[in-house]
Each structure stands twice: as structure tokens, then as C-alpha cells.
């Protein structure tokens, strides 16, 4: 028995790995919802919005902390030799007067530097970084809840593209299966003519030239919109737009009719929907930021440690406790203070804006408790309508395929007129079509009937 060397083993093995892999990706709606959930930058997006909320909060935060402060130049000033009475003396005994030569540059030039800190720790508010605080907090709160909303616009997106595509290539298996039996139609009465056997006569063939003339015509939409959807659901997934995909489901169908009752939607609703937690988080805030601006008109108390020091060299210190040099002097100390600072005119106007914005959104919120059930009750209705219309339509494309059938074979049997067949032709297309429509209707408002009450799973 002759063995197999392992260099070629290895070999076999590499070349295997190396051989490209001309596979088709297969998605569910699930799948395709979880990889849009991925790749949409607007979540990103919203979520940049939550830092950025967070990073309002870290300031407010911050705000309670050490405030430092740093003030430092270098200047030019005039020189000065000697003491503070006239001619330069550093003393005199009667008669003193002050010397007057500020301004002379007998002295020369000399350099001038100065140096002054601050480090203050706020000690109370009275309210004003509180409030500020709490209003950031419930900002990351709203902040959070417009991702679950994106989320639920993007699954949406999806469901609509995924559907979208199989209601298009139904219809696309329709029309091409009608133009079948068209064209297979016109082979038939073509040669029933050209036979000359007075089955038929030359206005049914142009009647079923005209037929499918018309076929070709909604086949080719119905081909765009399919290809439509396809780019729309490889857009929303982040799948590239030269690979190819296949849809799990080979056919579009009704999914299974919810068996709640519209109060128990109601309820879930009222429970759910993420834009009462975001009301609620806009109200605290709001209330926040009213209590914030009134607090504006209190003072700030303070600690903190202050310090200033100036030198220059070519001027002479002026040694007198009583006299501040400002050319060549140090200090530091510990300190508390009072800072209170308001505006008669404008602050209560700032309080009065803050209270508008806080009525508004208390009848925003008003209003939300009242319009939610009612998107509930009309998305609740729709589906419930547009799954009576689906099953009456369903039966009714049942009846149209059969009669269609029957035409045909009763046509390729010479007992029955081209006309009848257009006619059942035209009554199974429209019949189907609609069915399809009414399908696709019916699978996105199930999925809006989840959103509208919360239901984001």
C-alpha cells in the first residue's frame, strides 16, 4: 500500500485554504434585524448623543469641585534707584517730601513681572449645582430612550424591506408564471392559424399579443421593485452590495394573528412605551432647571487659598508696610468669601422661560397619555381588518387560479374563446396581487401594533 507523503498533505491543505469560498448568505428576519441593529451608524449616532448628555452631567459634576486660577505677564516698566523721599533718600528727619520722579527714566528701564493664583472650593449653592446636577442626570435618561426608539425605527426599516422583497418576488413568480401560459396562449393560436384549422381567429392572437405585451409591462416594475428592496435590506444590514443573498422564507405569508385583546394592548402600552420614561425623565429635569434659574438670585459661598507676587529687578523695593508696591511684593492667604450677583430684570425672566418649557411638556405629556391608545386602537383595528381582507382575498386568488386553469384547459381543448381566458387571467392577477399586497399590509402593521405598545423584543 503506497502512503501519501505529508509534504503533499500539507500541501493539499493550504491550496484548500486558499480556494475561495462562493458561498450565498441566508437570512431569516430575525438575522437581518440583529445585523441592522449592528451596522446602522444612527444608533451610533444616538449613542454619541448619551456621551455627550454624560459629559453635561461630568461638568455639573465638576462644577462643585476646585476652580483654579492663573494670571501671569511680563512687562516693561521704569527704574528706580533709591529710597521714597526726594533726591533718593531712604530716611529723613524733618521737612520729608515724597519723591515726584515716577515717570522719569533717569533710572533706565526695567523688567516687570507679575504672578497671581486662586484655588476656590464652592461651599453652598444654595440649589444651583443640585438642580443643574439632577437636570443632566435626567437628560442621559431621555438621552438613552431615543436608542430604543432608533432601534425600533431600524427593526421597522427591516421589516418593511424584508417583506418588501418576498411581496415583490411573489409577484414576480406571478407574472412570469401568467406570461407562461400567455405565451404557451399564442403558440397555440398561431398555429391553430397557420393550419388554418378555424379554431381561432387573427383578433385573438392580437388580443393575446396584447396580453402579454401588458404582462411584460408590470413584470418589469415588479422586477425593479424587487431589486429595489434587495438593495434597501442589504443597505439596512451592512451586507455588501455585490454579495448575494437568499431570503429563508421562499414565499410570503401572513404571520400569525396576535391574540391579545386591544385592552390588554392598552395596558402594555401605557407599561412600555419608552416616551413615558422619557416624559417623566424631561419633567424632573425641567423641574430641575426651574429650581436651578430661581437659585441664580441666591449667593455662593466659598474657601480657597489666593496669592499674588510681582518682581523687578531694576527697581529698588519700597520697604513700608503702609505703601503697596506693585513692582516687587509676595503674599498668600487662606480665605472665605461671598459671591452674590443678580439681574432684577433679567432672572426672573430666565425662571419665567424655564416654567414655559416645563407647562409645555406637562401637556405634551398629557396629551401622549391620551394619543398612545389611540395609535394602539388604530393599529390594533388595522390589523385586525387587514387580516379579514387577507383571508377573504386568499380564498378569492384561490377561486381566480382555478377558474384560470380551467379556461385554459377548456381553451387548449377548443372549447372556449381567447377572451375568457384574458378574462380569468386578469381576475387571478389582480386577485393574487392583491392578496400579496394586502399581505404585506397586514405583516407590517402586526409589526407597528408591537411597537406602538412597547413590545420592542
Not at 424591506?161 to 405565451?183: F, I, P, V, W
Not at 409645555?360 to 381588518?385: D, M, W
Amino acid at each position: 500500500m503506497t502512503t501519501v507523503p505529508s509534504k503533499i498533505i500539507a500541501l493539499l491543505l493550504v491550496s484548500l485554504a486558499w480556494s475561495p469560498a462562493w458561498s450565498t448568505s441566508t437570512l431569516n428576519l430575525q438575522q437581518a434585524i440583529d445585523m441592522a441593529l449592528s451596522a446602522d451608524p444612527r444608533i451610533d449616532e444616538k449613542r454619541a448623543f448619551v456621551r455627550k448628555a454624560e459629559g453635561l452631567l461630568a461638568e455639573a459634576e465638576g462644577s462643585g469641585g476646585l476652580r483654579y486660577g492663573m494670571t501671569t505677564f511680563l512687562a516693561v516698566t521704569t527704574g528706580l534707584d533709591g529710597g521714597f523721599y526726594e533726591n533718593g533718600e531712604t530716611s529723613c528727619s524733618s521737612n520729608c517730601t515724597p519723591r515726584d520722579d515716577a515717570y522719569d527714566f533717569d533710572d533706565g528701564l526695567s523688567l516687570w513681572t507679575s504672578f497671581t493664583f486662586s484655588i476656590i472650593k464652592p461651599l453652598a449653592t444654595f440649589g444651583q449645582l443640585e438642580n443643574y446636577q439632577e437636570a443632566a442626570r435626567q437628560n442621559i435618561a431621555v438621552k438613552q430612550q431615543d436608542i430604543t426608539l432608533q432601534q425600533e425605527e431600524i427593526k421597522l426599516d427591516v421589516v418593511r424591506a424584508y417583506y418588501g422583497y418576498l411581496a415583490a418576488r411573489d409577484s414576480r413568480y406571478l407574472l412570469e408564471d401568467t406570461l407562461k401560459r400567455l405565451n404557451s396562449a399564442l403558440e397555440l393560436v398561431s398555429g391553430w392559424l397557420e393550419d388554418d384549422e378555424g379554431k381561432a381567429k387573427l383578433a385573438d392572437k392580437f388580443a393575446l399579443e396584447a396580453g402579454v405585451g401588458l404582462v411584460n409591462r408590470y413584470l418589469a416594475d415588479a422586477r425593479g421593485l424587487e431589486e429595489i428592496a434587495l438593495e434597501g435590506l442589504k443597505l439596512l444590514t451592512g451586507i455588501d452590495r455585490a454579495e448575494e443573498i437568499e431570503l429563508e422564507d421562499r414565499r410570503l405569508r401572513a404571520v400569525a394573528l396576535p391574540s391579545e385583546t386591544l385592552d390588554e394592548w392598552i395596558e402594555l402600552a401605557l407599561a412600555q412605551r419608552v416616551e413615558f420614561k422619557q416624559v417623566e425623565a424631561g419633567l424632573a429635569a425641567r423641574r430641575a432647571l426651574v429650581e436651578a434659574k430661581r437659585a441664580e438670585k441666591k449667593p455662593v459661598i466659598f474657601a480657597g487659598v489666593a496669592g499674588s507676587a510681582a518682581y523687578s529687578p531694576g527697581r529698588d523695593s519700597l520697604e513700608n508696610p503702609h505703601i503697596y508696591d506693585p513692582f516687587n511684593y509676595a503674599g498668600v492667604s487662606p480665605m472665605v468669601g461671598l459671591r452674590w450677583q443678580w439681574e432684577s430684570g433679567a432672572q426672573p425672566a430666565r425662571v419665567e422661560q424655564e416654567q414655559a418649557e416645563l407647562d409645555a411638556l406637562l401637556h405634551k405629556a398629557s396629551f401622549a397619555r391620551k394619543g398612545i391608545p389611540f395609535q394602539v386602537a388604530e393599529q390594533y383595528h388595522t390589523v385586525q381588518s387587514k387580516h379579514e381582507a387577507m383571508l377573504a382575498m386568499k380564498d378569492s386568488a384561490q377561486s381566480a387560479r382555478r377558474w384560470m386553469i380551467a379556461a385554459y384547459t377548456d381553451f387548449e381543448a377548443g372549447l372556449e374563446e381567447p377572451e375568457k381566458i384574458l378574462t380569468a387571467m386578469q381576475a387571478y392577477v389582480l386577485a393574487y396581487a392583491d392578496y400579496v399586497r394586502i399581505t404585506y399590509d397586514y405583516n407590517n402593521h402586526v409589526a407597528k401594533l408591537n411597537s406602538v405598545s412597547g413590545v420592542y423584543e
